[in-house]
């Protein structure tokens, strides 16, 4: 594992046990006789996603691996944007529940590169007009399990996956090179969630996630960190507004053209959203 992604690693454990541990202790300094307000078993959550992307592409072809591409340094791409984001939380049983979410980050640019690419079968030569164009279309499930079930704080296990569906483009000028490509990907992962009553109308949220898988025939890499939390404050009865704070962080490599494409694909996506939810 490289230092970076064991520093991420560490840093999301901290964030999510260290306001667990005070979550935990509180409950237990909590008098038994107090009544705290029971937290929404059904949530809706749509907002404004302030997201910041740093992404990596590897088109192979039959003769050999292709160059890889920073979108941002290679083909200058923006890596801020501001998209719709879409959360639904639902509690089906005191032990169970779902969770889903979905986003779409797009870019276009034009530059001219500065070296030789090859993408797949096609070599780009330096001094190219290039045009662009990545989508990343983000769909995220995840069947939640609770274990710990207290008067304000609900602690368990979760496990899913992302689908990442990508349009991804490279036209150039004036040698008339083009790729298209539309592969996606699955990226499974599990970890623990929580939630947590700070005060009435006020709740807590945090989930993080890891997943490592790889095999050398054929090559098929996934590395996988996912973390979020969230603040709900509820205004009026079931109205309420809310701030999360989401990191993503991908890297897969497949030897096999049964998602689009073979090559790899790296991801980094983190930012904050700002909401308004219904929850009951």
Not at 19 to 29: I, S, V
Request: glycine share 8%.
């Amino acid at each position: 594992m490289r230092p970076r992604r064991f520093l991420v690693i560490t840093g999301v454990l901290l964030a999510v046990f260290a306001p667990l541990a005070t979550a935990w202790a509180q409950e237990e300094a909590d008098p038994p006789a107090q009544a705290w307000q029971k937290k929404p078993s059904f949530t809706i959550r749509l907002g404004t996603f302030f997201a910041n992307s740093s992404t990596q592409i590897r088109v192979d072809g039959e003769n050999g691996e292709g160059t890889e591409i920073d979108l941002k340094d290679t083909l200058d791409a923006p890596s801020n944007a501001t998209v719709f984001r879409g959360r639904a939380d639902v509690r089906i049983a005191k032990w169970f529940g779902v969770e889903a979410e979905f986003y779409r980050i797009a870019s276009s640019q034009t530059a001219t590169i500065d070296r030789e690419i090859i993408v797949g079968d096609e070599t780009f030569p330096i001094n190219e007009t290039v045009s662009s164009r990545f989508v990343q279309s983000y769909i995220d499930t995840a069947l939640k399990f609770y274990l710990v079930h207290r008067q304000r704080l609900d602690l368990g296990l979760w496990v899913g996956a992302t689908i990442h569906l990508l349009d991804f483009s490279l036209e150039a000028e004036p040698s008339g090179a083009a790729v298209y490509k539309t592969p996606w990907y699955p990226v499974p992962a599990f970890g623990v969630h929580f939630g947590y009553t700070l005060l009435p109308r006020l709740y807590l949220y945090g989930k993080a996630g890891y997943f490592h898988y790889k095999v050398a025939d054929p090559t098929t890499n996934i590395d996988a960190i996912r973390f979020d939390i969230t603040l709900d404050y509820y205004v009026w009865k079931a109205l309420g507004i809310g701030v999360t704070y989401a990191y993503v962080d991908n890297e897969v490599e497949m030897a096999s053209s049964s998602f689009g494409m073979t090559g790899a694909f790296n991801n980094r996506n983190n930012g904050i959203q700002i909401y308004a939810t219904i929850g009951f």
